[in-house]
């Protein structure tokens, strides 16, 4: 008899089957299986089993172990015996993953998406990671994509699905074997069997929130930040870095703030920034939040640290304009144009008519106005009116028409 045996690593068992033994003179009674298990500690458990049957099955078969098996053919009455061959197996089976870790999950602004980096073990025998996605504080994960494995020591991922402007969002990463089942990886070696969970962070920002009597934001301008804590990298954050950008230029090398979670974890993740002295620019503000990491993870720091999304806000224009102006060369009231705060150059436009409807002036830059002249020479006293529209605060087009004075 030969016995023919193939070990299945996705079922955990091991299959074999044998051709009938057909030389007794009598007839064949029946097979008995003889089993030697030998776990990793040197124990041995035997075991036999009558059939009929030409095949057999060993289930529940465990990595380490040593499976000694073979198969006996017995006559009618027993007295003769015949064996097959023996097969030895030391089962060695799939590598599971030593650790699962998201390095960072981060918000990338220029495509408005979140990026997760994820530290995988490369010498693991899997065949995909799963990206798992929750909305905000739910806790309802589900799948979003995979990423295949090619044996490298990170996988990323690219969640363009996410609207990382409007909420933050949780995520997980689940590595599946090569029998596409889904494994549950610690993220450190020895550390418990946690499996990899980042959280991006959600910048929001309110312009001139009412602080009642509060006399540090009386009669000013003001933009109010609060965001939500980035979780979570094994080093900790250490400090939250809040960047400010003015009047649609680049944001600043340096951060406005920087909130201290070392010595100051308690403190609220809440900025008030005045911006009283910005109301000749053009009211739009833009902010965002680089967390950074601390040293105390195995795999170290994360240089690129992790963003928020990029919260912008325009304030609101204010905007005044006189009824008359006096152009008579005594260095007072030389130029007629509105008196602007936090007024957008986007959608502005300023102009002067005389009473038939000519036009005599007009201009898209906030800053300029009329000197009260036309083609090079002064006009004469008289009415005249004026046609400004400009973009307000809620993005509306806003237009206003008024007669004004000139007098010399």
Same mark, same amino acid.
């Given at each position: 008899?030969?016995?023919? %045996?193939?070990?299945?690593?996705?079922? =955990?068992?091991?299959?074999?089957?044998?051709?009938?033994? $057909?030389?007794? /003179?009598?007839?064949?009674?029946?097979?008995? #299986?003889?089993?030697?298990?030998?776990?990793?500690?040197?124990?041995?458990?035997?075991?036999?089993?009558?059939?009929?049957?030409?095949?057999?099955? #060993?289930?529940?078969?465990?990595?380490?172990?040593?499976?000694?098996?073979?198969?006996?053919?017995?006559?009618?009455?027993?007295?003769?015996?015949?064996?097959?061959?023996?097969?030895?197996?030391?089962?060695?089976?799939?590598?599971?993953? /030593?650790?699962?870790?998201?390095?960072?999950?981060?918000?990338?602004?220029?495509?408005?998406?979140?990026?997760?980096?994820?530290?995988?073990?490369?010498?693991?025998?899997?065949?995909?990671?799963?990206?798992?996605?929750?909305? +905000?504080?739910?806790?309802?994960?589900?799948?979003?994509?995979? *990423?295949?494995?090619?044996?490298?020591?990170? $996988?990323?991922?690219?969640?363009?699905?996410?609207?990382?402007?409007?909420?933050?969002?949780?995520?997980? *990463?689940?590595?599946?074997?090569?029998?596409? /089942?889904?494994?549950?990886?610690?993220?450190?070696?020895?550390?418990?069997?946690?499996?990899?969970?980042?959280?991006? $962070?959600? =910048?929001?920002?309110?312009?001139? /929130?009412?602080?009642?009597?509060?006399?540090?934001?009386? +009669?000013? &301008?003001?933009?109010?930040?609060?965001?939500? +804590?980035?979780?979570?990298?094994?080093?900790?954050?250490?400090?939250?870095?809040?960047?400010?950008?003015?009047?649609?230029?680049?944001?600043?090398?340096?951060? =406005?703030?920087?909130?201290?979670?070392?010595?100051?974890?308690?403190?609220?993740?809440? &900025? #008030?920034?005045?911006?009283?002295?910005?109301?000749?620019?053009?009211?739009?503000?833009?902010?965002?939040?680089?967390?950074?990491?601390?040293?105390?993870?195995?795999?170290?720091?994360?240089?690129?640290?992790?963003?928020?999304?990029?919260?912008?806000? %325009?304030?609101?224009?204010?905007?005044?304009?006189?009824?008359?102006?006096?152009?008579?060369?005594?260095?007072?009231?030389? #130029?007629?144009?509105?008196?602007?705060?936090?007024?957008?150059?986007?959608?502005?436009?300023?102009?002067?008519?005389?009473?038939?409807?000519?036009?005599?002036?007009?201009?898209?830059?906030?800053?300029?106005?009329?000197?009260?002249?036309?083609?090079?020479?002064?006009?004469?006293?008289?009415?005249?009116?004026?046609?400004?529209?400009?973009?307000?605060?809620?993005?509306?087009?806003?237009?206003?028409?008024?007669?004004?004075?000139?007098?010399?």
């Amino acid at each position: 008899m030969n016995i023919i %045996s193939k070990i299945d690593v996705c079922d =955990l068992s091991i299959n074999f089957n044998w051709n009938e033994y $057909i030389n007794f /003179k009598d007839d064949l009674s029946h097979y008995k #299986i003889f089993i030697n298990t030998t776990d990793q500690n040197g124990n041995i458990t035997y075991d036999s089993i009558r059939t009929n049957n030409l095949s057999y099955e #060993i289930n529940s078969i465990n990595r380490g172990y040593n499976y000694f098996f073979y198969v006996v053919a017995y006559n009618g009455d027993s007295t003769l015996m015949a064996m097959s061959d023996q097969v030895n197996y030391l089962v060695t089976l799939p590598g599971e993953p /030593k650790f699962n870790y998201i390095d960072y999950v981060s918000v990338d602004n220029d495509n408005n998406s979140v990026e997760i980096n994820c530290l995988v073990d490369k010498d693991a025998i899997i065949d995909r990671y799963l990206i798992y996605r929750s909305f +905000e504080d739910l806790n309802n994960f589900s799948e979003i994509g995979s *990423v295949p494995f090619n044996n490298s020591s990170t $996988i990323n991922y690219m969640d363009y699905s996410a609207n990382p402007d409007e909420n933050f969002y949780q995520y997980q *990463v689940f590595p599946v074997d090569t029998c596409n /089942k889904i494994l549950n990886a610690p993220s450190v070696y020895q550390s418990l069997n946690d499996t990899s969970y980042g959280q991006t $962070i959600f =910048l929001q920002t309110e312009i001139n /929130k009412d602080y009642g009597d509060d006399p540090q934001y009386f +009669e000013q &301008y003001t933009n109010t930040l609060n965001f939500n +804590e980035y979780d979570k990298w094994l080093g900790e954050v250490v400090e939250y870095q809040l960047y400010r950008s003015v009047n649609r230029e680049d944001f600043d090398v340096l951060p =406005l703030y920087i909130f201290d979670r070392v010595n100051n974890p308690d403190e609220e993740l809440k &900025y #008030i920034d005045i911006v009283t002295e910005f109301g000749d620019g053009n009211g739009r503000f833009c902010y965002y939040i680089k967390a950074i990491e601390g040293n105390n993870n195995p795999y170290g720091p994360v240089i690129e640290g992790s963003y928020s999304n990029i919260s912008c806000v %325009s304030q609101t224009p204010i905007l005044f304009v006189p009824s008359s102006f006096t152009p008579n060369g005594d260095e007072h009231n030389e #130029i007629f144009k509105p008196i602007t705060n936090f007024v957008s150059e986007i959608g502005y436009e300023f102009s002067i008519y005389s009473r038939n409807g000519s036009q005599l002036f007009t201009t898209n830059d906030p800053q300029k106005g009329w000197d009260g002249t036309f083609l090079g020479k002064f006009v004469q006293n008289d009415n005249y009116v004026y046609h400004i529209s400009y973009i307000n605060g809620v993005g509306d087009l806003t237009e206003k028409v008024q007669v004004f004075t000139l007098i010399r």
